[in-house]
């Protein structure tokens, strides 16, 4: 039985990129994957030369790989890179994670920043879902996306750079679009442009998730591929597998629904938000009178 | 013929027409390709690698999200 070879060498293929019919063997796939993650972040001008790069790690495939990519480029750009870290507070899943990412960024010697919810918000993830009906989505979702930023702006980041990949997109777009809720649509494309944000880059946004995989597997990055337990509850899960059962069928309809969006995003600015005002309790950037960190935050808050 | 799917701590044994792909496999299995990694003797695969009778692959899911 004669194994596969990839399409540029005679070695045994390990992925076949069934979307444009290309295999490629291990050192083929790293050179294509690096490639085309460095064509997105100058296609979406992502860096400029000198700039300092906070980094979300969680410790898993994405973020790491992000880490890793960036790392490469450090010197050539001049990039300062500064990893960090949410302990969100997730007993049984977080503390492995912390513990790769910990090890990674020392191994390429980045800096890492370690915040948690705990310390920051005097309530772990797993308390807040304890004291609260909603689902630990919005909570995470809300905390975390704040103590980035929050932490970006005290190291002095010029930009914040995310490991969403090509399927986190696509999801966030059609949950978007399932859900009627234009403002958002339209957020996922257009940066708030508040001076408080750090504006976010997502090196990754145009790679889909196996192929993440496969590049940190083949990297010999340390990375997690545990699902985090909280997962399950997402209406995300749900969309996820019906895009995924699309794909099969139809391989490359996760960049038409990206492009499609792409496309139709100038038509959107209508629902672009109005401008951020400062949240009347922290003063965060936010749409409302008060953000919904702190409106969260009271809901888990006994009165006195 | 007859192939073993490793997938987590979890052993499956699945009957596949002879000279089937990983794919085939995966299929027979319900699982979806998009959201795994296949492993033959320790090595990545593609999924349209076909298998031979008592083959043993590995399922790594590449999923996690959240």
Same mark, same amino acid.
């Given at each position: ?64 790989? *992000? ?29 492995? *994670? ?63 750079? *995310? ?117 009347? *309790? ?23 | ?19 089937? /792909? ?7 299995? %319900? ?18 690698? /076909?298998?031979?009778? %008592? ?12």
């Amino acid at each position: 039985m004669a194994n596969i070879t990839c399409s540029l060498c005679d070695e045994r293929a390990c992925y076949l990129r069934r979307y444009s019919g290309q295999r490629f063997c291990r050192r083929h796939f790293i050179e294509y994957f690096e490639k085309k993650v460095k064509q997105t972040m100058l296609r979406y001008r992502m860096l400029e030369r000198g700039e300092r790069i906070g980094v979300a790690v969680s410790g898993g495939k994405d973020s790491l790989s *992000t880490l890793n990519i960036l790392s490469k480029l450090a010197e050539k750009l001049d990039l300062d890179l500064h990893a960090i870290l949410i302990d969100e507070g997730i007993a049984n899943y977080r503390a492995a *994670t912390i513990k790769q990412a910990k090890r990674f960024c020392e191994e390429l010697g980045v800096p890492l920043t370690t915040l948690s919810f705990k310390e920051r918000f005097g309530t772990a993830l797993d308390e807040a879902v304890k004291l609260s009906q909603r689902n630990a989505c919005t909570f995470c979702g809300v905390f975390r996306r704040k103590l980035l930023n929050d932490a970006a702006r005290e190291l002095g980041c010029d930009k914040l750079a *995310t490991g969403h990949n090509l399927d986190d997109e696509v999801q966030a777009i059609v949950m978007n679009y399932l859900r009627g809720d234009l403002e958002r649509l339209v957020r996922l494309g257009i940066d708030a442009g508040s001076e408080q944000l750090v504006p976010r880059i997502k090196p990754l946004m145009e790679m889909p998730e196996k192929e993440v995989a496969l590049y940190a597997l083949l990297s010999g990055i340390p990375a997690s591929f545990e699902e985090c337990p909280y997962a399950q509850d997402s209406f995300r899960t749900e969309v996820r597998a019906m895009i995924n059962r699309l794909e099969e069928s139809n391989p490359g309809i996760k960049f038409s629904i990206l492009r499609g969006y792409q496309k139709l995003l100038p038509y959107l600015k209508s629902y672009q938000a109005k401008a951020l005002r400062s949240c009347a *309790t922290c003063g965060a950037p936010s749409s409302g009178e008060r953000c919904k960190a702190c409106m969260l935050l009271e809901e888990l808050t006994p009165s006195a | 013929m007859k192939v073993k799917v490793i997938i987590g701590k979890e052993e499956r044994e699945v009957e596949v027409s002879p000279g089937a /792909t990983a794919a085939e496999v995966l299929k027979a299995l %319900g699982i979806n390709r998009e959201e795994v990694i296949i492993k033959l003797r320790d090595e990545i695969i593609t999924e349209d690698e /076909t298998l031979a009778e %008592g083959s043993v692959i590995e399922v790594i899911r590449v999923i996690s999200g959240g």
